[in-house]
């Protein structure tokens, strides 16, 4: 989009500059440059803050779990890539990774129609994807199996429990969380001495993200 606008700021400074002089051409070129600039800047720091929000707000939903004994940590590194967990949620029912998304058009709804994940009229079989090979990247480092999830804050998914299942990956409404993780069941060892090892082991395999 820069190119673009750089092209286009050097024909409306040209054309300033052949009704007045060069310096009002080239003031006028770069306001141009730095109106579109500001422009684009705004439009990402809006989503990374609604992104940030939407994070904080999984990470209170999920605060509850802590008093029946789960472990829940944030925003994990993947080593050798840029990619980070949003959260893991460590417990009796194993192991949840839990990716927040900001799908924040509450007009919008989430659904699943001829093998893809759309939130409104946009496909979101890259998002899924993604979140599935997280979760095993996940898995590999820990040695445990690791269940994907999708929170969503904002679009309604339709239905009783406001959930759905594809491709190994559970798409549920945030505020449904806690009671999804409780729903996954007691699993066989998971008991609380496991729990704390493993949570040791996100501390030396999966580190803080730092951008």
Not at 180 to 203: C, D, M, P
Request: some cysteine; proline content about 4%; hydrophobic content about 40%.
């Amino acid at each position: 989009m820069l190119p673009v606008t750089v092209a286009l700021s050097a024909v409306i400074g040209s054309g300033v500059a052949a009704y007045t002089n060069w310096q009002v051409g080239l003031i006028t070129a770069l306001g141009v440059v730095m109106c579109e600039v500001w422009r684009t800047y705004r439009r990402t720091d809006s989503s990374w803050a609604k992104g940030a929000a939407g994070e904080q707000a999984t990470a209170r939903l999920l605060a509850r779990l802590r008093r029946r004994g789960f472990a829940v940590l944030h925003d994990r590194a993947i080593p050798g890539s840029r990619a980070n967990l949003d959260h893991l949620v460590i417990g009796p029912t194993g192991v949840t990774y839990i990716d927040t998304k900001a799908w924040r058009s509450k007009r919008s709804t989430v659904s699943f129609e001829g093998g893809t994940l759309r939130y409104g009229s946009y496909a979101q079989t890259r998002a899924l994807d993604t979140v599935a090979w997280e979760a095993q990247e996940a898995a590999e480092a820990l040695g445990c199996e690791v269940r994907p999830v999708i929170a969503v804050h904002g679009a309604r998914i339709p239905g009783p429990q406001g959930r759905l299942e594809t491709r190994g990956v559970t798409v549920v409404e945030a505020r449904r969380l806690p009671a999804l993780v409780r729903s996954f069941g007691a699993q066989a060892g998971w008991n609380a001495a496991r729990i704390t090892a493993v949570k040791q082991r996100v501390e030396q395999e999966l580190p803080p993200y730092t951008s």
